[in-house]
Each structure stands twice: as C-alpha cells, then as structure tokens.
C-alpha cells in the first residue's frame, strides 16, 4: 500500500543579518553602512546554522552580534499573534 506523499512544509522565512553594536548592552549598531546581510531562509532550523556559523566566526570580536528575524511573523501576523517569543 502507497503512502501519501507528506504536504509540503509551509515556508517560514527567516532574517539573518549582524553587525558591530556600539553598546553591548543594547542593540544598535556602530555604522549601519557596515551591516552584514547573512541571508534569508526558509525555516528557523537553517536561519539559526546560519546565524551559529557567523556568530561562531566571529567570537574573536566581541562587539560584533547577529541575529535571527522571524519574517514570517511580520508577513501574516495573525497567524503568529498567539506565539510565543521562544526562539532566536
């Protein structure tokens, strides 16, 4: 007997992007001219590789900082108005 094939896996796009904070303690950054645009993906799990590869190689620099924007929450947020903030 022949399974179904599985529905296709909705796209949650994700942001990922860094730069140099001017304070470690907040999030603006030094010179927005200078901000690295790492990519967009197709889901959290590909959006944090990404994010953990850049942050990872730059351990070095302690000002620089990346981050993850969950997209797909700003395109349709009602759809995610009743998600919690428990990812990067």
Do not use: C
Request: proline share 6%; charged share 30%.
């Amino acid at each position: 007997m022949k399974r179904a094939p599985a529905p296709p896996k909705k796209q949650m796009l994700h942001f990922v992007f860094g730069g140099e904070l001017k304070d470690l303690d907040q999030t603006e950054f030094k010179n927005l001219d200078e901000i690295e645009i790492v990519g967009l993906f197709p889901d959290h799990s590909s959006a944090v590789a990404a994010w953990r590869a850049k942050a990872q190689a730059s351990v070095d620099n302690a000002q620089m900082r990346y981050f993850v924007a969950h997209l797909h929450r700003l395109l349709d947020p009602d759809e995610h108005e009743e998600e919690g903030d428990d990812h990067a």
